[in-house]
């Protein structure tokens, strides 16, 4: 198993949490620490019926993970689209991005939730779920082997947070309803910018494995690109399996603007 990465149960310490990370991208300043960023949110009086101690857990075990820890920060363009595009759109990003930051995640949908839905299933069960995690930690995917109790929550967070970020409908006792979970055009524009300012290069992009925590294959991007080429975005050129892109802004900054203006 070396140099994979392993589950953690990191979940626990919160899940979606979509009010709160909006909450904090309005109170988050580039520069902060983590620890000044939770001093902020304590002393805002934004969170009046959170704990002290679990308000900590929310700023340090997930929005600083999530949103704060790879360079260049996602919270400086979050921040920016926060309130300002829609709902669907900020959740999703929301969604790649706590996938990023927890594996489990990214396998949970990449591995079990999109092979679900290309069987034709329209659930997912506890049962769907606890096989999943109890499989993985026999496995080696977590650095200890979990306890059944362990097991059973990890289980039901996924679950949850997958409600949370609109790929399942809101539970009944037993089974969530799986949900038309595609990417809205403005996550697909801000994905593809940021992967390209990151250095990905255009034959790569559309294999990115984000992409895939939308169910989307490498056809599938292709398509997406060659869709939004013709609206300026950038110009895509595909000659068999080699592609060019010949991209239209410069940086974050300029295709943020375009969005919030054009309304996407």
Not at 63 to 81: G, N, S, T, V
């Amino acid at each position: 198993m070396t140099g994979q990465v392993l589950y953690t149960a990191q979940l626990g310490a919160g899940l979606g949490l979509i009010e709160e990370t909006q909450a904090l991208l309005n109170l988050w300043q580039p520069g902060m620490t983590v620890q000044e960023l939770y001093q902020v949110a304590l002393d805002s009086g934004e969170f009046p019926n959170v704990t002290a101690r679990r308000l900590r857990n929310i700023v340090t075990e997930c929005f600083a993970p999530r949103y704060l820890k790879p360079q260049p920060q996602p919270a400086i363009w979050l921040q920016q689209l926060n309130h300002r595009i829609n709902a669907r759109s900020l959740n999703q990003l929301f969604f790649i991005y706590t996938a990023r930051a927890n594996q489990i995640l990214r396998d949970f949908v990449t591995q079990l939730y999109w092979d679900r839905y290309a069987s034709g299933y329209t659930e997912l069960t506890n049962e769907d779920s606890h096989e999943f995690v109890d499989r993985a930690t026999r496995d080696g995917k977590t650095k200890k082997l979990w306890s059944d109790t362990t097991i059973k929550r990890n289980s039901s967070y996924l679950l949850s947070i997958c409600v949370d970020y609109g790929l399942l409908r809101p539970a009944t006792r037993l089974s969530r309803q799986i949900t038309s979970f595609r990417p809205e055009t403005a996550v697909i524009i801000l994905l593809a910018y940021e992967l390209h300012l990151q250095g990905v290069a255009d034959n790569n992009l559309i294999n990115h494995p984000d992409w895939r925590l939308f169910g989307l294959q490498q056809d599938d991007v292709r398509e997406e690109l060659k869709r939004l080429s013709v609206h300026k975005f950038w110009i895509m050129q595909s000659v068999g399996d080699v592609i060019s892109i010949s991209w239209t802004y410069k940086n974050m900054e300029e295709v943020i603007d375009v969005i919030i203006e054009t309304g996407l």
